[in-house]
């Protein structure tokens, strides 16, 4: 499959150009791709920044909280978002917070409205309920989804519900990315190899 790597890239990182043979591996693509946000595309909890919790860009187009203290997403998220994008990949939001609303003003502060097709943050036990509205709204298979978090007990919740789930331990990465398209290319075989033996 050609996915490569010629992304919009603004960033200053460059571990994005060792990737491309990595991608040109995969079988099959997820159709959707679901983040947590929380420590998965930003270093921080939205919900634990200090009352009033509001965001803004300063005159210098900076994200900052009401004390003026920047506040930034990883450095590779975007360019995690941008490429899906660029290969018409879906992309949606799964999160437990408790701050929807400054949840929302941080991925429009970030210009990440344009990315995110789904956004399902409401606070709740399990992630199930957020894929099942996902799933309904989308119409998209759980086996089509691709899911990234850094909590091992959604992982495990979500991998059970049928959706490829991916552990991020310390924000996302683009190996980390890449190794989760990798994980829904080898399931996807494994699932397809599987439905075929019981026909
Ligand atoms: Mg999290």
Redesign the pocket.
Known sequence: MDMDMDMDTDTDTDTDTDMEPLLDTLTHVPKLVIF?????LWPF?VDSFPQPIQFQKDSSGKVIDYRGREVKPYCDSHNILLFLQSHNITCGVA??TEEKVAAEQLITLFGWDKFFKYKEMFFVDSKISHFDNIRTKSEIDLEDMLFF???PR?IYEVQRFGVVAYLVEDGITMRNFIEGMIKFSDKKTEYLASMEKNM
């Open positions: 947590d946000l929380d420590y998965t909890w999160s437990r978090d850094d909590e959604n």
